[in-house]
């Protein structure tokens, strides 16, 4: 099992200002399977995402990765686990402005030791990117930032990618092509896949789906 997170709970603030987000939620992931989480806005799935990419910490319970507990990792350990075995797709793109797509692409691949030349160009022909590799992300459209930032997750081949709402700032026509690409790149990764999506046609894309609602995981 890659993924196993085990009855976690998380909740924002404290005394009469206490929001509960979820409670008890579990799930497991199998290496190279896909999972949507669906559920309305303010259900709770950013922060399910950000648990499990060690972006936060969990009130209670456990999320293992490959079979190492990480909720008790310190935040060099979590920090390494991220750069190392987690990819991170977000609505925004969070793309380097200082940096070139062929610099961004490229950038966790550096970071984590794992860069493959021949990899990172095959994602930049199959991402459509070839010919604005020396352009600045301001220069490209919302969905060729979203590609970059989909290709950026994938370079390192990650064992599992977690995705915001990936297409959330793209019409429909981008939007199923950019979800078509990254679900390709990561069969040919074998990278696990957890997206979390208001899409119902998105999540009849991935191979499992679960639902989120009052703070419970069905």
């Known amino acids: 099992?890659?993924?196993?997170?085990?009855?976690?709970?998380?909740?924002?603030?404290s005394g009469a200002s206490r929001q509960r987000i979820f409670q008890n939620v579990s799930l497991s992931?199998?290496?190279g399977e896909s999972?949507?989480?669906?559920?309305?806005?303010?259900?709770?799935?950013?922060?399910?995402?950000?648990?499990?990419?060690?972006?936060?910490?969990p009130d209670a319970?456990?999320?293992?990765?490959?079979?190492?507990t990480i909720t008790t990792l310190d935040?060099?350990?979590r920090a390494a686990r991220r750069r190392?075995?987690?990819?991170?797709?977000?609505?925004?793109?969070?793309?380097?402005?200082?940096?070139?797509?062929?610099?961004?692409?490229?950038?966790?691949?550096?970071?984590?030791g794992k860069y493959d030349a021949a990899w990172v160009d095959m994602l930049a022909t199959r991402l459509g990117l070839t010919d604005f590799?020396?352009?600045?992300?301001?220069?490209?459209?919302?969905g060729q930032q979203q590609r970059v930032a989909v290709g950026r997750a994938l370079a390192a081949k990650p064992a599992l990618l977690l995705a915001d709402e990936p297409t959330g700032n793209l019409d429909e026509?981008?939007?199923?092509?950019?979800?078509?690409?990254?679900?390709?790149?990561?069969?040919?990764?074998?990278?696990?896949?957890?997206?979390?999506?208001?899409?119902?046609?998105?999540?009849?894309?991935?191979s499992r789906r679960a639902h989120l609602t009052g703070g419970q995981l069905s």
Do not use: W
């Open 75 to 77: 935040d060099t350990g």
């Open 35 to 57: 999972l949507a989480i669906t559920g309305e806005s303010g259900s709770g799935k950013s922060t399910l995402l950000h648990l499990i990419g060690l972006l936060d910490r």
């Open 84 to 112: 190392d075995a987690i990819g991170l797709v977000f609505q925004q793109f969070n793309l380097v402005p200082s940096l070139r797509v062929a610099g961004n692409l490229a950038l966790q691949a550096r970071l984590a």
């Open 133 to 142: 590799l020396s352009r600045y992300p301001e220069q490209i459209s919302g």
């Open 173 to 206: 026509a981008t939007s199923a092509d950019v979800l078509d690409l990254m679900l390709e790149l990561c069969a040919d990764a074998g990278t696990a896949l957890v997206m979390a999506t208001h899409s119902v046609s998105a999540a009849d894309r991935l």
């Open 29 to 31: 992931l199998a290496e």
């Open 1 to 13: 099992m890659l993924l196993k997170v085990d009855r976690i709970e998380k909740s924002y603030g």
């Open 61 to 68: 319970g456990e999320i293992a990765l490959n079979g190492e």
